[in-house]
């Protein structure tokens, strides 16, 4: 990635901000009673989900052995708290009616003290693996389909700072890939730690309320999330990372998803989540060797069986 991290580090610093820049004192544009429910919802889970992603960052902060790098995580664990705060006064900005006491979620109030294990247990090329798909799906898609979904001037100009603090955030996560594509920085597979089955417990219901149902609903085409899933599946296609034992499993799990039994898999997967749960994970397909590059036969990741194949 090429990242200076000295300049990095003095970035970060020089581009914090606070919450009490923004002009807090107007008021939303009037939303019907369901919509203002809805928002004040997402945004009450916003806030725990930039705390998780502090306690990522921080748990990174203890692991690494370049001073360098320590702080500028440090400076990202402010930043997440930052945008914490900012999510939960956007909560308040909407609550105009006060209908209801907004609460978090709570398969991810039960997934969240699992995975921070899961992080600071695990192999750091894993640890690192999790926390960049998680900003690109949180970054990249929940919080910009938001962002469009409310419509919102000052809600624009916050959801705006953030995202500034995101590509800061996105390139190192991108420079830690390539870094622990190197000989004996990788660590140990997470797929025994006692962690991960308490994550797997909770991730269902964490994930696909607060991530993937919200997202159909906010962006129906699915656009954002198969963005997501092109520059995830383009940067792991880089050669500089394809020693990263992550990136090895993430290749090897893709190119068994494009083999014609993981087609079928797949496809009977995608329609059973479909008819049973009404999540629609058609954007996965945008990861597909084919999509991405328009060769060879054409077999996507997920084959979905309610759109006839491919």
């Not at 690494?64 to 914490?84: G, K, M, N, Q, Y």
């Not at 909407?94 to 209801?100: C, E, S, T, V």
């Not at 993430?250 to 059973?272: C, D, K, V, Y």
Request: aromatic share 12%.
């Amino acid at each position: 990635m090429g990242v200076n991290l000295e300049k990095m580090l003095e970035r970060c610093r020089r581009e914090q901000w606070s919450v009490n820049d923004f002009d807090w004192s107007g008021r939303p544009l009037a939303l019907a009673p369901e919509r203002e429910r809805e928002i004040c919802t997402y945004f009450v889970n916003m806030s725990y989900i930039e705390r998780l992603a502090g306690a990522l960052f921080l748990a990174l902060a203890k692991r690494v052995d370049d001073p360098t790098l320590a702080a500028i995580f440090a400076t990202f664990h402010a930043d997440e708290l930052r945008h914490s705060h900012a999510a939960a006064r956007l909560a308040d900005y909407f609550d105009i009616h006060h209908y209801q006491v907004y609460t978090p979620n709570i398969p991810m109030l039960r997934f969240i003290p699992a995975f921070v294990g899961l992080i600071e247990s695990v192999g750091p090329a894993y640890a690192n693996n999790f926390i960049l798909g998680g900003e690109l799906i949180l970054d990249m898609a929940l919080l910009r389909g938001l962002d469009a979904y409310v419509d919102d001037p000052l809600c624009r100009a916050v959801v705006d700072r953030i995202n500034q603090d995101e590509s800061r955030h996105l390139a190192i996560d991108m420079y830690m890939t390539e870094y622990f594509a190197r000989p004996g920085h990788g660590g140990g597979n997470p797929w025994l730690d006692p962690n991960w089955w308490s994550v797997l417990a909770w991730a269902p219901g964490f994930f696909a309320e607060v991530f993937f149902r919200p997202m159909q609903r906010f962006d129906p085409s699915q656009a954002q999330m198969r963005e997501v899933m092109r520059r995830l599946r383009r940067f792991y296609d880089r050669a500089s990372v394809a020693a990263n034992p992550a990136v090895r499993e993430f290749q090897a799990m893709a190119a068994f998803l494009e083999s014609r039994a993981g087609a079928l898999l797949g496809g009977a997967l995608t329609a059973l989540c479909r008819r049973l749960f009404g999540l629609d994970f058609d954007f996965v397909r945008a990861a597909s060797s084919a999509e991405l590059y328009g060769s060879g036969e054409v077999r996507p990741l997920v084959l979905s069986a309610a759109h006839g194949g491919t």
